[in-house]
Antibody
Framework: QVQLEQSGAEVKKPGASVKVSCKAS????????IYWVRQAPGQGLEWMGW????????NYAQKFQGRITLTTDTSTNTAYMELRSLRSDDTAVYYC????????????????WGQGTLVTVSS | QSVLTQPPSVSGAPGQRVTISCTGS?????????VHWYQQLPGTAPKLLIY???NRPSGVPDRFSASKSGTSASLAITGLQAGDEANYYC????????????FGGGTKLTVL
């Protein structure tokens, strides 16, 4: 079965960077895109970006442009999300999720989700 | 402030039918972009409930259905059960702000 296993919780100081990993299993990693979504405490879902492990192409939400980098390592079936210049309002649970297609499309959806990684930004 | 508007909460008694609306505009649902729905049980990750407007993934009971019309979409749950108590999110694509994946603000379903 499809599984996305994310790295553990992180505590960071303002201005620092965080890199969250998402290890995929149960399917051919290169054949599906990966979304990243976050959820601040008590709030809704916010899309951050998308990457194709096969093509390496990315699509970032305008809000995070310049602060986020999505990468993948097809040798370990792992996707990564790095967010820089962290602020207190970046405190959230960060999710990776699978896209049923390997190409960017505004019609796609998120069909399997990781368990989430809590990132706390505090001085 | 999301471009997709959902009611903050809905409620219903066990066995009843409830609907959750997702109101968009001409820059998202009204353009023809698909709407997808997710269920987030307390303390867990979201789960895909409906994709491409009205399609249920394998394993999702047929008590869950959805539709889309004009600039809005709705999720219907029949035969309400205690285990349906969760937050529900709609998702589509919006062409404003250089285009982005948009989620509704979420609706908390309470089973009375």
């Amino acid at each position: 079965q499809v599984q996305l296993e994310q790295s553990g919780a992180e505590v960071k100081k303002p201005g620092a960077s965080v890199k969250v990993s998402c290890k995929a299993s149960g399917y051919t990693f290169s054949n599906y895109g990966i979304y990243w979504v976050r959820q601040a405490p008590g709030q809704g879902l916010e899309w951050m970006g998308w990457i194709s492990p096969y093509y390496g192409s990315t699509n970032y939400a305008q809000k995070f442009q310049g602060r986020i980098t999505l990468t993948t390592d097809t040798s370990t079936n792992t996707a990564y999300m790095e967010l820089r210049s962290l602020r207190s309002d970046d405190t959230a649970v960060y999710y990776c999720a699978r896209d049923p297609k390997d190409f960017w499309s505004p019609y796609n959806w998120l069909d399997s989700w990781g368990q989430g990684t809590l990132v706390t930004v505090s001085s | 402030q999301s471009v997709l508007t959902q009611p903050p909460s809905v409620s219903g008694a066990p066995g009843q039918r409830v609907t959750i609306s997702c109101t968009g505009s001409s820059s998202n649902i009204g353009t023809g972009y698909d709407v997808h729905w997710y269920q987030q049980l307390p303390g867990t990750a979201p789960k895909l409930l409906i994709y491409a407007n009205n399609n249920r993934p394998s394993g999702v009971p047929d008590r869950f259905s959805a539709s889309k019309s004009g600039t809005s979409a709705s999720l219907a749950i029949t035969g309400l059960q205690a285990g349906d108590e969760a937050n529900y999110y709609c998702q589509s694509y919006d062409t404003s702000l250089s285009g982005h994946v948009a989620f509704g603000g979420g609706t908390k379903l309470t089973v009375l």
